[in-house]
């Protein structure tokens, strides 16, 4: 009597509603259970009905789960073929206890539409607890101190809470009832169609996980960018009146505080106080607005009134006529400020800035073949006729390399 019976599907309390013609069943999973109960993609084989996944976003969806106590994500959408089961418990009908077969074997109604990524993220997290328990046993059953066999304790309890925070913590499911396959398809391309991605700078202004975002607000209170970045926009083309996008001013942040080709790692995300970071890039946008007359010109004007003139704004005509105009000229100088600024002997404010002012006479674009920036060794990081350098970063990095050594060894052009 208490053994268990063969099973093979999960039952959960749901609603069921209509739309678009479709019975739709709407209820909430525990994540460990996505895996069961949905097929799990591979990476390796692309599924007719649906797109390619990319393991490594999986895994950092797996790698999210387990950082962030307060983590969020919508409801995934699948599609059933006719294998569920709806048994109603009120006299209306739309609540009630819905059966879904399990997708082990391969023999699930269950196809995703919209969280592949997910499902395959729970299932590598799954496996990964799984197995670091299984290597915690292996270890705790060698002949070990006492102090590491504590240890090992302690570690195996933590990772049993991951597993059992995947079983208590819920996700949305919501299961579109439709048996044609060739509809199925084209449901996921409606989702696809209709879906509005988040642009780089949307996700600047409210991705508060990293410095280079959470400081952004008050760093673009700075003279020089006040009223003058775009909060929704990534690309600065010559018809956008703003100096750059919300976007930008992170990659500028993270070009000064870990250099041009460098991110601001995990460690240093934990230790740096936004005040630092917000002093530092205010430090640099400083030393800008005082070496560069363009940009001095830019701060002492007021970019409301530069748009209601109705004509080309300073920041437009910065793009037309100056490498300035360009955020990865931005992002260099900005490394090139990291370089001077950093290691034992920080190079003075001032004296950054006296430098810099050596640059100004440079910054005319498009750059000419008797430039500085295509007679010197710096050549290769500009093309013929540029207004802004090359921005792959293996670019970016010789250029500030360049720059930083001139500091030392001025070339008698400068």
């Not at 101190?145 to 949305?172: C, P, T």
């Not at 990291?338 to 002997?345: F, M, P």
């Amino acid at each position: 009597m208490r053994l268990s019976k063969p099973q093979d599907s999960s039952t959960y309390l749901a609603i069921k509603t209509v739309q678009g013609g479709r019975t739709v069943y709407t209820t909430r999973v525990p994540l460990a259970d996505l895996s069961t109960i949905l097929p799990v993609p591979d990476p390796n084989n692309v599924d007719k009905d649906n797109r390619k996944v990319d393991r490594l976003h999986a895994k950092h969806f797996g790698e999210y789960l387990d950082s962030k106590q307060d983590w969020v994500a919508p409801a995934l959408l699948a599609r059933d073929s006719g294998g569920c089961l709806f048994e109603k418990v009120d006299e209306h009908g739309a609540v009630g206890y819905l059966t879904v077969p399990w997708a082990i074997g391969g023999i699930s109604s269950l196809r995703t539409i919209d969280g592949q990524h997910r499902v395959l993220g729970v299932s590598i997290e799954k496996q990964r607890i799984t197995d670091a328990i299984a290597g915690v046993d292996r270890e705790a059953a060698r002949k070990v101190s006492a102090e590491k066999h504590a240890k090992l304790q302690v570690e195996r309890e933590k990772l049993i809470d991951q597993m059992n925070r995947l079983k208590s913590e819920f996700v949305g499911l919501d299961i579109y009832v439709e048996p044609d396959p060739i509809k199925a398809q084209q449901m996921f391309v409606d989702v696809a169609d209709n879906a509005k991605g988040i642009s780089s700078a949307v996700r600047a202004r409210f991705d508060s996980y990293k410095v280079a975002n959470r400081t952004l607000s008050d760093v673009i209170d700075h003279p020089l960018l006040k009223g003058r970045v775009d909060a929704e926009q990534d690309r600065m083309t010559m018809k956008n009146p703003h100096l750059m996008g919300a976007k930008h001013v992170a990659d500028i942040t993270r070009s000064v505080m870990a250099g041009v080709g460098g991110r601001i790692s995990k460690r240093a995300e934990q230790t740096l106080t936004d005040g630092e970071v917000i002093e530092q890039v205010k430090d640099f946008l400083d030393v800008m607005s005082n070496a560069f007359a363009a940009l001095a010109a830019i701060t002492d004007e007021d970019p409301e009134v530069e748009r209601r003139a109705g004509e080309l704004t300073m920041s437009q005509e910065l793009r037309r006529s100056s490498l300035l105009g360009s955020v990865g000229m931005l992002r260099v100088l900005g490394g090139v400020f990291h370089e001077l600024r950093t290691g034992d002997n920080p190079v003075d404010l001032g004296d950054i800035t006296e430098f810099f002012k050596r640059l100004d006479s440079h910054m005319a674009a498009p750059i000419t073949e008797t430039s500085i920036w295509r007679t010197s060794s710096a050549g290769v990081d500009f093309e013929q006729n540029a207004s802004a350098p090359i921005m792959r970063t293996q670019n970016l990095v010789h250029l500030v390399g360049i720059i930083a050594g001139w500091y030392k060894r001025a070339p008698a052009a400068l």
